[in-house]
């Protein structure tokens, strides 16, 4: 059962004796329910366009918190917004002293976005305890949704605000930035109700949650491309970003013999090239990206003396990565040994991998195999919320369900609402199964 993965593509993980997927109607969850939250919560920034645009930290995104937070209340939950601006909604567990399960995600979307990417990840925790209060099921944690705010960060240029907020703490300065609208983010959080200066009391005691689930779209078309419903997430990759100076001679580009040029913007695409070779060199889900290049002093009829640029690589394995550098490196000598240029490499920034728990991956495995559904293992590309949860060092699952063609980020966004419901009860059995263990 298990093939070498290709580039760019996660090992299938198929069960060897397929069972018949389990029939809508024997979910737990009300996949009718879900949808219509789903659409409800579509109204608030909606375009005539299609899609949404509803910022985090905006007049809609204020709306749809009030008529979530007014949602969460009517299932019976205690209800709350921390100082960072998540909203939280607890049901009580029957054994004192347990730490809360946590599940959520965000409902705050890009500019022109779509009506999946975080909702399905916090309307589906809502379901999920709509469900036990309608089953009249009791848990022996108390189990907690939380919806993190402004997750997309766009309006500050920095994303996973509120989960940043309740695991490590906010950035220095980051309450005092004045985001695109005009307002700083601390005036944003006196607008929701809070206190900026009590921002502190926002941070998760990691020891007061047993463990943190999200469930989201995937964004990316590996599922949708495998035919498999579920997703489980391995681990939010790496970002690593080193800073290329080529060093070469500016001279005139008339009137300097082509043979005695030391180009730096030769040697820049040189290696742009090599980084691309070298990120494919072996299998793997490895990516690199050179997206901009800055040349020196930059113009028609100068030979660039210098070019600045950023590679990017990416992978859930920081020593995947670091080889990957490794080759980089003993590329750029070489071709600054051919060129008459130097090439130094520097690291800028970067953010290390975020495993998730692999006990989790396992109990996430095990609901989709208990409805008969497929699933990869593979990693998120993009970043989430879960990432600074894991990091926190609260154990951490996260579930993906398909979006169409992989598009996400754009109002064409899609994810059937049977892989919604698949997903939904997946988190709803996920979450059941752990509390009973
Ligand atoms: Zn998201």
Known sequence: MSRPAKIGEPEKIR????????????????????????????????????????????????????????????????????AAGNIHGRRAGTEPGLPVILFGSHIDSVPEGGIFDGTLGSLGALEVLKTLSALGSETRHPLQMVVWADEEGVHFGQGLFGSRAATSGPIRGELDLTGSDG?????????????????????????????????????????????VPIGIVEGIVGIYRFEATVEGFANHAGTTPMNERRDAMFSAARLTQ?????????????????????????????????????????????????????????????????????????????????????????????????LGLDTIRLPSGAGHDAQNVSRHGIPTGMIFVRSKDGVSHNPNEWTDWDDCARGVEVLYRAVTELDAR
């Open 274 to 370: 090599a980084v691309r070779e070298e990120v494919m060199a072996k299998p793997g889900r490895q990516v690199g990206n050179v997206g901009l290049l800055k040349a020196f002093p930059g113009a028609p009829n100068v030979i660039p003396g210098r070019v600045q640029f950023p590679i990017e690589l990416r992978d859930i394995d920081e020593a995947v990565v670091m080889e990957v550098l490794e080759r980089i490196r003993g590329r750029a000598a070489v071709i600054g040994r051919e060129d008459g240029t130097t090439i130094g490499i520097t690291p800028f920034a970067s953010e290390r991998p975020a495993p998730t728990d692999t006990g989790l991956q396992e109990q996430i495995h095990r609901a989709a195999r208990g």
């Open 183 to 227: 307002h700083s983010l601390s005036e944003w959080l006196e607008r929701y109700g809070q206190r900026p200066s009590e921002i502190d009391s926002a941070v998760l005691n990691p020891r007061d949650v047993t463990a943190y689930f999200e469930l989201h779209i995937e964004q990316g078309p590996k599922l949708d491309r495998q035919g």
């Open 15 to 82: 069960e060897p004796e397929k069972t018949r997927e389990v029939d809508a109607t024997e979910y737990h969850i009300d996949a009718e329910r879900l949808k219509g939250f789903l659409t409800e919560i579509s109204a608030f920034g909606k375009r005539p366009e299609g899609g949404v645009s509803r910022l985090g930290f905006s007049d809609a995104d204020q709306k749809a918190r009030a008529w979530l937070v007014s949602e969460m209340r009517a299932t019976g939950l205690d209800v709350w917004v921390d």
